[in-house]
């Protein structure tokens, strides 16, 4: 069993910056997949940027060479840096932990806001 915590939102002005921590109370080594989605009110819950095992980054397109994807594996933690946010960047943010087999589960953190003003 693995429990995520995220931490690091807030309210911040559009074009500043903010960085959301996921720590992990188990190992994120032995996750293939660690995910940031985000859910904006009355919107899908979307993926955000991922990093899998091998380090390999995939990011959505509306916020590719704005947000960073990282990971500190000793401190079972993966990040998400979060630059020129936009106003349409407002939404509580989830991290997710994916397991590969044999059994295949996933995780979610409880989620952090994240607010930009414009």
């Known amino acids: 069993q693995v429990q995520l915590v995220e931490s690091g939102g807030g309210l911040v002005q559009a074009g500043g910056s903010l960085r959301l921590s996921c720590a992990a109370s188990g190992s994120i080594f032995s996750m293939n997949t660690m995910t940031w989605y985000r859910q904006a009110p009355g919107k899908q819950r979307e993926l955000v940027a991922r990093i899998t095992s091998d380090g390999s980054l995939g990011y959505a397109d509306s916020v590719k060479g704005r947000f960073t994807i990282s990971r500190d594996i000793a401190k079972n933690t993966v990040y998400l840096q979060m630059n020129s946010l936009k106003p349409e960047d407002t939404a509580v943010y989830y991290c997710?932990?994916?397991?590969?087999?044999?059994?295949?589960?996933?995780?979610w953190g409880q989620g952090t806001q994240v607010t930009v003003s414009s």
């Open positions: 997710n932990a994916a397991e590969g087999p044999p059994h295949f589960r996933s995780y």
